[in-house]
């Protein structure tokens, strides 16, 4: 099954990956798509884009090669004291924000209780969309007590293709603990690619079959559709706009 919007994908601004944006919306358009969110890295990746990013992509249409394109970020948590490479003046230009701790530069990352605290805690932000690869066995983290919280404050949560490969090793039993443990609670969430390159767009065809096995609810998937995921991205308006 073809996603309408993939919400999770990077260019060469994040420093790592080695396509473009029409690059990969040719991709997309290939794929039968219809959206996606650019989502580069930020500075506290090394050789990522610089914290100004969001303001730099208004110049950017929005669309690319027939494709509708969110313009997002990925920022990473920094530290168990929350802290951000993105300030919040810029957060505040995204369409859609995903916040991802990363293993190789995320201090003290086996204290699974602080893990867990520092999640529910960014999952506060009114700026933060959806929590990524949290499934990610190198970071352990209490998936019940963050379903809660993301049901609480009406945020997703993602369900990363990169945890079904080599690209994430080892995180498959707890890809799928983390999945059980959505679909007990009718968490939404967003299935992404995690492009780093333009032939994984929308490429989720191992995490897809492992939601059919598992029996995963199609309805749960906001961004299956792009109707859906527009739905969610009113929802994210009246949020942030009743601040």
């Known amino acids: 099954m073809t996603l309408e919007v993939d919400t999770h994908t990077h260019t060469i601004l994040s420093g790592h990956a080695w396509s473009t944006l029409r690059e990969n919306c040719c991709a997309a358009r290939g794929r039968g798509m219809k959206g996606l969110c650019l989502t580069e890295h930020a500075s506290g990746i090394e050789g990522g884009a610089p914290s100004f990013i969001p303001h730099s992509q208004r110049m950017l249409p929005q669309e690319v090669e027939g494709i509708r394109v969110y313009q997002g970020i990925e920022v990473n948590i920094l530290d168990h004291q929350n802290h951000l490479d993105i300030p919040e003046e810029y957060l505040k230009l995204c369409e859609f924000v995903i916040a991802s701790i990363h293993s190789h530069m995320f201090p003290e990352k086996m204290d699974r209780a602080a893990n867990t605290a520092t999640y529910l805690e960014i999952l506060k932000n009114p700026y933060v969309d959806i929590i990524g690869h949290a499934d990610d066995p190198s970071v352990p983290c209490d998936f019940e007590a963050i379903v809660q919280e993301a049901q609480h404050q009406g945020k997703l949560l993602e369900l990363n293709n990169n945890s079904t490969t080599a690209h994430r090793p080892g995180s498959l039993p707890s890809l799928k603990q983390y999945i059980l443990c959505c679909k007990a609670h009718s968490q939404r969430v967003c299935v992404a690619s995690d492009a780093h390159f333009d032939t994984m767009v929308g490429n989720v065809a191992p995490i897809m079959a492992l ?23 009113r929802e994210r308006e009246a949020r942030i706009g009743s601040r």
């Open 211 to 233: 939601l059919d096995e598992l029996e995963f609810p199609q309805q749960l998937i906001v961004n299956l559709r792009q109707e859906t995921f527009e739905a969610y991205l």
